[in-house]
């Protein structure tokens, strides 16, 4: 299986490390106005699928149709946080493609309203990183969410999209995943060393709610610095 990570600051972390897990989906706009808005272009791209195309005649990109989840591959089976220094403050959830895809799939029906005259193409792949110098494109208006500008191409992307409707316009989706799904996606926890200590307090909390606490990478040097915690806490009572 391919493993993918997924970098989540704190309060993300949070929702999806809890006993009522969440997964949230964004639109590609999202990602256009992160950039533009907040200056981050870290991880956002204002120019997101927003290039030239050639042969699609009057076609036009509706960002607000298509709703992603965006991830890493992993280059070795386990985490190197030297790959992004940056994403220090953040969780890292490690997954598979395999693993991610087969949840999304089955929620399908139950995230989406689906009426049957209402188009919902569900895809996955690995992103592709063009020379933005070069504004003649080769590839089809429809395969857009793939591609982005080669200045990201150190995040090494995979993306699952769903493609939806264009009459349909989401900035972003969040819904509930069972702990047991939870539980079979979720292969690996690691927190960064950015974190605080009362974070990955809040967090171990979650976890065990979740009964993911196992896939907490050292979790005993974890567990003694939440212990540590505690007993600070408990001389100031």
Same mark, same amino acid.
């Given at each position: 299986?391919?493993? +993918? #990570?997924?970098?989540?600051?704190?309060? %993300?972390?949070?929702?999806?490390? @809890? $006993?009522?897990?969440? *997964?949230?989906? /964004?639109?590609?706009?999202?990602?256009?106005?992160?950039?533009?808005?907040?200056?981050?272009?870290?991880?956002?791209?204002?120019?997101?699928?927003?290039?030239?195309?050639?042969?699609?005649?009057?076609?036009?990109?509706?960002?607000?149709?298509?709703?992603?989840?965006?991830?890493?591959?992993?280059?070795?089976?386990?985490?190197?946080?030297?790959?992004?220094?940056?994403?220090?403050?953040?969780?890292? +959830? #490690?997954?598979?493609?395999?693993?991610? %895809?087969?949840?999304?799939?089955? @929620? $399908?029906?139950?995230? *989406?309203?689906? /009426?049957?005259?209402?188009?919902?193409?569900?895809?996955?792949?690995?992103?592709?990183?063009?020379?933005?110098?070069?504004?003649?494109?080769?590839?089809?208006?429809?395969?857009?969410?793939?591609?982005?500008?080669?200045?990201?191409?150190?995040?090494?992307?995979?993306?699952?999209?769903?493609?939806?409707?264009?009459?349909?316009?989401?900035?972003?989706?969040?819904?509930?995943?069972?702990?047991?799904?939870?539980?079979?996606?979720?292969?690996?926890?690691?927190?960064?060393?950015?974190?605080?200590?009362?974070?990955?307090?809040?967090?171990?909390?979650?976890?065990?709610?979740?009964?993911?606490?196992?896939?907490?990478?050292?979790?005993?040097?974890?567990?003694?610095?939440?212990?540590?915690?505690?007993?600070?806490?408990?001389?100031?009572?």
């Amino acid at each position: 299986m391919k493993k +993918i #990570v997924q970098y989540l600051p704190f309060e %993300a972390a949070k929702s999806v490390l @809890s $006993e009522n897990s969440t *997964f949230c989906l /964004k639109s590609l706009r999202y990602y256009r106005e992160l950039e533009e808005y907040t200056q981050d272009s870290s991880i956002a791209d204002k120019s997101e699928s927003e290039q030239y195309f050639e042969g699609d005649g009057d076609h036009t990109f509706n960002p607000d149709s298509v709703l992603v989840t965006c991830w890493s591959v992993l280059k070795e089976e386990s985490m190197d946080w030297a790959m992004c220094p940056h994403k220090s403050q953040d969780v890292a +959830i #490690v997954s598979s493609v395999e693993k991610v %895809a087969k949840l999304l799939e089955e @929620s $399908e029906d139950r995230i *989406f309203y689906k /009426k049957k005259d209402k188009k919902l193409n569900f895809e996955h792949d690995y992103l592709q990183y063009y020379d933005e110098s070069n504004k003649s494109k080769d590839y089809s208006i429809w395969r857009a969410m793939f591609y982005k500008r080669k200045k990201f191409e150190y995040q090494n992307e995979y993306r699952f999209a769903f493609i939806l409707d264009g009459s349909m316009k989401i900035q972003s989706l969040i819904f509930y995943v069972s702990p047991e799904k939870a539980q079979n996606y979720i292969d690996k926890i690691y927190f960064g060393n950015g974190l605080l200590s009362m974070q990955k307090q809040e967090l171990v909390t979650g976890c065990i709610s979740l009964d993911v606490c196992g896939k907490i990478n050292d979790f005993d040097a974890v567990i003694r610095s939440y212990r540590k915690l505690e007993i600070k806490a408990n001389k100031k009572n």
